[in-house]
């Protein structure tokens, strides 16, 4: 799964959410995307090589605070 802000690295996501911002999830494609409970999570977005990966719970699509790892 990407998060929809496209972030460069797993640090600059953890202070994102950390700081308030509501950061929500979606999966690419024609598979249905898991909107609550744990989710992987990887970026930058494809084209580009993937450079981080990072797992979250989420609720609604939205990462819940706390939970980046």
């Known amino acids: ?13 953890k202070e994102a959410v950390a700081n ?24 930058p977005h494809y084209p580009e090589a993937h450079r981080w990966y990072a797992s979250a719970q989420v609720a609604r699509g939205v990462i819940i605070p706390g939970t980046v790892k």
């Open 1 to 13: 799964m990407y998060t929809v802000e496209n972030y460069r690295t797993k640090k600059l996501l």
């Open 20 to 43: 308030g911002i509501t950061v929500t999830v979606f999966q690419p494609g024609p598979f249905p995307a898991k909107m609550d409970g744990s989710v992987a999570l990887e970026g």
